[in-house]
């Protein structure tokens, strides 16, 4: 068997880790690369939708990601219809991928919101008060209108904090002396049943 040569290559819990890892730095380090993940949704006809997203938080306790979006998204919309996601972030750096999939759950008039609402900056506020709402047909690129900061807080009504709880992961570790593929899967309690995958 090829050895991998990460210190977590081929120690589940500890690849666990470095995944989690990987997602609390996303929330904390605009420079990394789980930043900003790609979040699948099924579009409301049935199709896959992909789109950026930035990560705002991570509790690995309950295994839960935030993101922000805009109420009138159309993937509001889709979750609304189909809570189910899926992420996805690869680190070429480090050579590690993380798929993972889970459960959104869509917050606009609760505590939630309004603790991620205070927690947004002025400067990231005025995306939730463009007129007409993002996805609307307009005539010219330029044909819509945003407040400057100092009124973004007209933005509020169309903020939603999005919470995604993760159901499960997939890792892949790139490594020249073995690839390390691992899946984790919680289906009731808190410890995952996790086991290796063929690369
Ligand atoms: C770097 C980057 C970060 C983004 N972050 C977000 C985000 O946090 N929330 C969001 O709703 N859209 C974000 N977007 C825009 C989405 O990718 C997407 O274009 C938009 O939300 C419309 O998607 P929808 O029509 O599927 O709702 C981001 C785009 C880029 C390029």
């Known amino acids: 068997m090829p050895e991998a040569d990460a210190a977590f290559a081929d120690n589940l819990p500890a690849t666990l880790a470095r995944a989690f890892d990987c997602l609390a730095l996303g929330c904390t380090d605009r420079r990394s690369a789980a930043h900003a993940p790609a979040l699948a949704t099924i579009g409301l006809d049935g199709r896959p939708r992909l789109r950026t997203v930035v990560l705002r938080a991570f509790d690995p306790g309950v295994r839960r990601l935030r993101f922000h979006t805009d109420r009138r998204s159309e993937k509001t919309a889709e979750l609304a219809r189909d809570a189910r996601v899926a992420l996805h972030v690869y680190d070429a750096a480090a050579k590690f991928q993380v798929r993972l999939e889970g459960v959104a759950t869509v917050h606009h008039d609760d505590a939630v919101a309004d603790a991620a609402w205070a927690s947004s900056r002025p400067f990231s506020r005025v995306c ?23 009124g973004a807080d007209g933005g509020r009504g169309n903020f939603a904090a999005v919470l995604v709880r993760i159901e499960r992961l997939e890792t892949l570790y790139l490594a020249f002396s073995g690839h390390r593929r691992a899946l984790f899967a919680w289906r009731t309690g808190a410890e995952p049943e996790a086991t290796w995958l063929v690369p």
Do not use: F, K, M
């Not at 609307?136 to 945003?146: D, K």
């Open 128 to 150: 939730y008060a463009t007129s007409p709402a993002p996805g609307a047909s307009i005539p010219e690129g330029g044909a819509y209108t945003q407040p400057t900061p100092e």
